[in-house]
């Protein structure tokens, strides 16, 4: 879903830029992530701030897709060696099964209300033996956001422990799960037999 106009300032502003760089990615970098070499897809990739701090680690593609066509304007021609594409995370098919090493997710699934299918979609498009970041808030810190900054988010079943139960049933393995103040990172792996 898009963002409502509050939360698309908020994803824009200097503190989610400071937070993703000196805290999300240094975590996610203690947990395994690793782009070096690597074909990478960014889902929900918003203004292009993650493409920027995975620019620095040298992956051998990158492709950040987003919903909103006003994300991808902010960042097309920013990295004209990267491609970005406005489209749904819920249908991948435009890339090959097995075609990439690492998918990534800043905080996105919560606003899908399908946010299986885009789980399914990653497992598809993972390399056996490929890996998963993804970092997601807490039911209960949506609703905080939602009461106190009015940012709006979507009605949906989604909840950590059951995105954790549906990685899980899809053959995902758990490799590395860290709680933190307002959002939970995993890093699962998939397997190499199919
Ligand atoms: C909370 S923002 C996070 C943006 C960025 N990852 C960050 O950490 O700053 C969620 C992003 O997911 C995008 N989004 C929402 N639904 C989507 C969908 N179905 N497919 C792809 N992107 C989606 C939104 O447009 C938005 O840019």
């Known amino acids: 879903m898009k963002l409502s106009d509050i939360e698309f300032r908020a994803m824009d502003s200097w503190w989610r830029r400071w937070g993703q760089?000196?805290?999300e990615l240094p975590l996610l970098q203690r947990m395994g992530l690793d782009v070096r070499n690597?074909?990478?897809l960014e889902i929900g990739c918003g203004n292009g701030h993650g493409a920027y701090l995975l620019n620095k680690r040298a992956p051998r593609s990158y492709v950040g897709?987003?919903?909103?066509?006003e994300q991808i304007e902010?960042?097309?021609?920013?990295?004209?060696?990267?491609?970005f594409l406005a489209q749904d995370a819920t249908d991948l098919s435009q890339f090959g099964e097995g075609s990439k090493d690492v998918v990534i997710i800043f905080g996105v699934l919560h606003h899908i209300p399908e946010w299986r299918k885009v789980i399914d979609e990653i497992r598809r498009v993972l390399r056996p033996g490929g890996s998963f970041f993804v970092e997601e808030p807490r039911g209960t810190d949506l609703k905080l956001f939602d009461f106190f900054f009015r940012w709006g988010h979507p009605e949906?079943?989604?909840?950590?422990l059951r995105m954790e139960q549906h990685m899980k049933s899809c053959g995902f393995r758990i490799c590395n799960k860290q709680w933190t103040p307002l959002m939970t990172m995993?890093?699962?792996?998939k397997s190499f037999i199919k």
Do not use: A, N, T, W
């Open 21 to 23: 760089e000196h805290f």
């Open 38 to 40: 690597k074909d990478v």
């Open 65 to 69: 897709i987003d919903l909103m066509q």
């Open 74 to 83: 902010k960042v097309c021609g920013r990295f004209p060696q990267y491609q």
């Open 156 to 160: 949906s079943d989604f909840g950590i």
């Open 186 to 189: 995993y890093h699962v792996q």
